[in-house]
């Protein structure tokens, strides 16, 4: 936690009463000694990421002949280079598994200020006319989506910002609370969906991501409803503010509510291809190397529209399959959130879960038609190093928070009554033994059923 | 935190909240994509193959066309020449769909070609503007090695395309009997287009899955492929050296008599086989779409008719010596004037008044009165009846293949036309008194030339053509046989007898250089023809020369028909413009080795 936001606390918990309660209890779950009770850390997280990601690199594997052939590269170029990010995901996995989650809490600062830094470079870059919905930093033979750092950043300023509001029980507050969080968001807006007059496309997929993520995390933080909702409003009228003077964004809700003239418009185009791929796809796919749309039909077959090739590829049969991959690993996000042993350790889990669902969803919606095209990737399946590996970052934070369950003392008022309805026979946690030896323990769902 | 009582529950319940609203959209999802994958399936399956599945006609390669090198190389295709070659060059084309930055392409484009690139932005641009425009031509006719650096550029949306385009080594040589072929790759005018089917083969056929530019893909199945067969080479029956100097004869002799155009056939009477042929004006088939007047495309030779002329006493007489009306030794008296349908008939000034005639005078002194006097005998004498009418036009479309195409393998082959012995009542006669010195009907070159051989061959009357063999990809060469249309034309006798009298005529006429008839013979008939005015009439001042004779040793050799049109050399054009030419490609002929002296 930095100083400022220490500041802030201190003239709460001065000025303000109700603060004071929760300052005992805060003490206690801001040391990571006390944690909670420690024991076997989420494996599950781990094996579905992994699912993910080899599925993702099968896909871009499948159809390399028809990237490098685009492109001009060699066959290997693509899963050679997803290989290279996967194993760097692996570094900021364990990395960010093994950084004590206050020091995690802490690193904010530096992460905005580096992240508004490649956020300012990537504007400053001349946008690739291929793709010019995505900002791209640079470095050497290295180029970097500089607005994937920028989610990771936010991510933990967001859930460090909510959970100390939160634990002085400010969170409605206008002052201190809504209007840091409204400048931030107009920054935001500002910086990533950018000026669209200086840009061709401003990255309006990313900043809804943000946006839901920030906004989940303060309807999870307890943010009054009133609040929620006038910022939905607010968010609204921006959104149209937005679409209805570029002639561009005109012509993709228009292309989205007419889809069937589609294919032969540039707006409408690949939302239409991405339609016949997935409908073409049948019941169990064409096969794995028989895509077609791939070959240049489809625009953004690696990346942006992956979803629609994988469904070609392998039918409602495979779809099935991978949303029931995705819905298990949101499952595991929402029970380590659920026994998350601290506000902040819960918010950055519900904001990775925030994050990585809505980008799903929004990606996906888009590929089947439901949704306006945002130009955004599908998390672990879409091409693309740094997405992998700002997700990957994420998901440690998540897997070292599933190290630790909430200590809970049984209370009457709350009608949790823990040793009775816990999976594990009513046994009570030891939070100084490894929960390894305590195979009970591993899937603690006090939670659901603290409202019988 | 969650021992906080009534805050401590909130959050949790909120998790689930989203939770449960995820599950709800994944659920919707899945519906959808159960909607999309397995009830619309069919729908998306065929849209995706009106996409993806391509049919292509593989072009054949179009067969050349050859000619022969020179006397001594005649009927067989060994000694060919090419005149016509297949180039393999490249078409660029975009897919405006795929362009995001029209002036950067144009310009890399132009850089490559030489081209100019806002002509190419400009076709860009527009070819953008239309909605669902997939195709546009950019350049065509690059080079293999402009083309792989285009495609080295690798733009989205930029694509090539393999095409055969014809070249001409021997330059504008015989261009309007070759013809061109055009931008859709269809044979126009000509060999071109008579023998188009021939020359182009038989297209192949791909259907494949492709990728978005069209390339077949390697993993899809179900691709059929049914391979070109090319088209097979043609051999002209055109002697390549001769055809060149008729061509140089041609021009010369157009710019000395300063005629509007100019047409010559040399045929061989004895095959029907074409040896040259030639018109003035002409154009460079390479350039063809440089030419402003279309119908320089035509080969005059063969397809523009006119009123030949005198010329055809020359075929009145050998039709009146084969209905035995008269014979080479009849004389009659020539009154030097015939009052037909109350129009009176009269000869040039130099015909010496009334008089007894010979048949041979009738052709030496191009006496438009013996012409009529022997369509009159034709019917029985003294006057122009039905009965003469009818075996004249008997002669003229049965025997001598007026009034219809000869089959020449020519695009825009014309008919010519020849009156009905009992069209329009009233003045028939006249009509078929002028008939009978080549007014009042047309004919073309290369009719005046058949008709000719049939009369001076001994009868036989043998399509005119082109083609001397052809050659299918696999090397078989199928030589064309002489096509006989009629035998008696005129009986042997008539012909034996018609041979000389054309001598005659010519030797007559004192020609220079003039022919040693000793070692060859040469005959033929001059033509100066009258020009219908369009409404009627004829025009004061401009006439048509024509020749048609021949040239041989023991035998003809070759027919010669000469049409100079419009002359303007002073004189009577026939004399002045038509015969000289035909008397230069009679030396030309002989003093080339292309005829056989006599024994």
Known sequence: MGPGVRGYQAQNGAQNGRSSRSQPSRAGAENSSDLGRRHRPDYWLVILCLMMLVIGLIVVYAISPALSEAAGTSQTHYVTKQLIAIGLSIVAFIAMAKIPLSVIRQMYKPLLVLAGIATLIALLTPVNPLYPAHRWVRLGGFSFQSVELLKFAILIAAAGFLAERSRVGMLGDFKTTIKPLLIAVGVLIVIVAGPGKIYAQSDLGSTAVILAMMAIMAFVAGMPLKRLAAGAAILAIAVILAVVPSTYRRERVTAFLHPDQGCQQAAGYQACQALIAVGSGGLSGLGLGRSVQAYG????????????????????????????????????????????????????????????????????????????????????????????????????VVFQISYYTAIRVPRVSQGIRQADNTNNGGRVYDNSRDGRRQRGAYHPNPGSRSRA | MFDEGRNAAQPITRVRIWYAVLICIMALFLVRLFYLQVIRYEHYKNSALSDQLKQYEIPSSRGRILAHSGPGNDGSSAGAIPIVLNQKLYLVYADPLYIKDAAKVASDVARITGGNASDYQKTLDAAMRVKGNRYAILVKKVSEDQKQKIVALKYPGLGTQQQEYRTYPQGAMAAQLLGFVNDAGKGSYGIEEALDTQLKGTPGELKAITDVHGVPLAASTGNTLKPAQSGKDVVLTVDLPMQKRLEQILADAAKTTKSESASAVIMDPNTGAIKAMANVPTYDPAKYYEVEDGSVFNNAAVSHPIEVGSSMKALTTAAALDDGVVTPATTYYDPSHWKVDGFNITNIEEDGGAGNRTIADILNLSLNTGAIWELMQMGGGGSINHKGRSVWYDYMVNHYGFGKPTGIEQGYEASGYVPGPDDNGAGIDLTYANTSFGQAMTATPVQMAAAMSAVVNGGTYYQPRLVDATVDASGKTTAEAPKVVRHGVVSTKVSQEIVPILQYVIDKHNVTPAFDQSRYSVGGKTGTAQIAKTGGGYLDNDFNGTYLGFVGGDTPQYVIAVFMTKPKNGGYAGTAAAQPVFVNIGHMLINNSYVKAKN
């Open chain 1, 297 to 396: 039909y489809l625009p953004e077959a690696a990346n942006d529209s992956i979803f629609a090739i994988y469904a070609e590829k392998f039918g409602f049969i495979g779809v099935t399959v991978l949303l029931g991959i995705m819905v298990a690993f949101f499952s595991r996000l929402k029970s380590i959130a659920e026994r998350a042993p601290d506000a902040f350790s819960r918010l950055v889990v519900v904001g990775v879960l925030a994050w990585l669902s809505v980008q799903a969803v929004i990606n996906i919606g888009a590929m089947i038609g439901l949704l306006p095209l945002k130009g955004i990737t599908l998390p672990f399946i879409s091409y693309g190093g740094t997405s992998v590996v700002f997700v990957a970052a994420a998901v440690g």
